[in-house]
């Protein structure tokens, strides 16, 4: 319309010839020519015509439109609805439409070609502009590598994970044993590092790894939601079936399938370690080539415009932790984390706790409150227990071990601890437990000092029982070396001492 403007105004108000004309704007003569004639038979003044927006000018000089068909249109918001049920067809649905009358009714092609009209006016696409670090696309390959097994010779396929930012485009891409969740840890954690940085937003795709369950209000998986706490960063689950919210993995994702796997679709590898060194490789190179319609490479544009606004890498590197589902205490105030038991503090029995399993330690927390710590143990049906959990009682009963009463009796003396190792030097050792609880009481009762000083008679009888250090006690202890003391030697005369003589039978 803007050019019609430009033909009619040179019409009117210049002496160019038609030829001219045409050529300055760039159209037949004929139709310069058309235009002159139409302006002079209908008297048309340019003072008029300069005033007329462009369609009211289109149609003073063109015929109208003639409607494209004077069928009737069936109701495409209906159709669009019905196409959404499983097993309907555009067919079918043209079929019941044709029923109804079948002399005013588009035939199939046209019926479908106004619904694709249709389709276009209520699902248009909208541009996307990220802005530097602002989020990073991640997601697997539909097409899987593999690498060949040397012992069996068979072909082990493996995943191809492929991360892309949002604003340079700048691509990481590697190979990958499965998409478990460990594995899809590890590869965020490598990414990040080969970003040299952490977007404000990890866009990803709906997989179990990713998003414990999908839908209108996703619930992520804790393991991932806690990674990304660890980096200062958040996760934005795409919409099912809403591959728009990720165009840039997945454009990232076609770019690494043509100019990564197609590459090495000739090549063999016999680990993975060897496939990712090629991938690696190829991965350098794809960045680092030429923009087809933009300055520089995606290299570039990262290094110079998005690198520095990504946040700076944690000093550690997130470590994966598992998360185990919610459970109750048990009056035995442990619970179970892969098949070993733990404590936690006893005042908590009957609340619900979640365990974070590491390689190396185990937390327990309670309303999101850590109350619990442990060396992670791989002991299956063991139990780990920490004293500050346990109640008096408990802690005390616990107390009661060979080792401990070994010690307490070396704390007071020598002889008191060789009568300590007497009880235990049994076929069941913890049967002198009981024992050494009355040589503790008796310490108790009696004092350290004196308890040595009878175990020291005891061992000086060679009677090492508890019951002879209890009546040394009750009966006064006798010094030792009261053996090497005077005796009497013969008994005063009295008329109450019979003496040797009434004795001696033999003499009757």
């Not at 248009?124 to 593999?146: A, C, I, N, W």
Request: glycine share 6%; hydrophobic share 40%.
């Amino acid at each position: 319309m803007n050019k019609l403007y430009d033909i009619i105004r040179l019409v009117m108000t210049s002496t160019l010839s038609n030829r001219n004309i045409a050529i300055a704007q760039h159209v037949s003569k004929n139709t310069v020519r058309r235009y002159r004639m139409i302006a002079a038979a209908r008297g048309y003044q340019w003072a008029q015509l300069a005033e007329l927006d462009p369609l009211a000018l289109e149609t003073a000089f063109n015929k109208k439109l003639r409607r494209f068909t004077q069928k009737r249109l069936p109701d495409f918001a209906w159709v669009h609805q019905e196409l959404q049920g499983k097993g309907v067809t555009l067919l079918l649905l043209w079929e019941e439409y044709r029923a109804a009358n079948p002399d005013d009714a588009l035939s199939y092609s046209q019926f479908t070609f106004h619904y694709r009209q249709f389709v276009h006016t209520v699902s248009p696409t909208m541009r996307q502009s990220h802005l530097p670090g602002e989020r990073v696309f991640v997601d697997f390959s539909g097409k899987r590598p593999y690498y060949i097994d040397c012992k069996t010779g068979k072909k082990i396929p493996v995943e191809l994970f492929v991360g892309a930012t949002g604003y340079a485009h700048y691509i990481y891409a590697t190979a990958l044993p499965s998409q478990s969740l460990p594995d899809w840890i590890r590869v965020h954690v490598a990414m990040f590092e080969y970003f040299g940085g952490v977007p404000q937003a990890v866009v990803s795709d709906n997989l179990r790894s990713a998003v414990s369950r999908p839908g209108r209000d996703p619930i992520l998986n804790r393991t991932y939601e806690d990674m990304a706490r660890h980096y200062g960063t958040v996760i934005l689950p795409a919409r099912p079936r809403r591959p728009q919210d990720k165009g840039k993995v997945e454009v990232a994702v076609q770019v690494a399938q043509r100019w990564i796997l197609a590459r090495l679709r000739h090549r063999s590898f016999f680990s993975l370690a060897e496939l990712n060194k090629a991938i690696g490789e190829l991965l350098n190179e794809l960045n680092r080539r030429p923009f087809r319609r933009l300055p520089g490479c995606r290299l570039e544009r990262f290094e110079q415009a998005e690198k520095l606004k990504l946040k700076p890498l944690p000093v550690q590197r997130y470590e994966f932790a598992e998360w185990s589902a919610s459970q109750r205490i048990g009056s035995d105030y442990h619970v179970q984390v892969q098949q070993h038991w733990y404590s936690v503090p006893h005042r908590l029995i009957g609340a619900s706790v979640e365990a974070r399993s590491t390689s190396s330690t185990v937390e327990l927390f309670h309303f999101h409150q850590r109350i619990a710590s442990h060396v992670r143990s791989f002991e299956r049906g063991a139990h780990t227990t920490d004293p500050a959990h346990m109640p008096e009682t408990h802690r005390a009963q616990a107390g009661k071990t060979p080792e401990r009463y070994l010690a307490w009796a070396e704390q007071i003396g020598s002889n008191l601890l060789a009568v300590v190792q007497h009880q235990f030097e049994r076929e069941f050792p913890m049967l002198g437990l009981p024992a050494c609880d009355s040589l503790r009481r008796l310490a108790r009762q009696y004092g350290p000092a004196r308890l040595e000083q009878a175990a020291a008679r005891a061992v000086e009888i060679k009677s090492l029982t508890v019951k002879s250090v209890k009546s040394l006690l009750t009966a006064g202890v006798r010094p030792a070396g009261s053996q090497n003391q005077p005796v009497q030697g013969s008994l005063p005369l009295h008329h109450n001492v019979r003496g040797a003589g009434y004795y001696d039978r033999r003499g009757g």
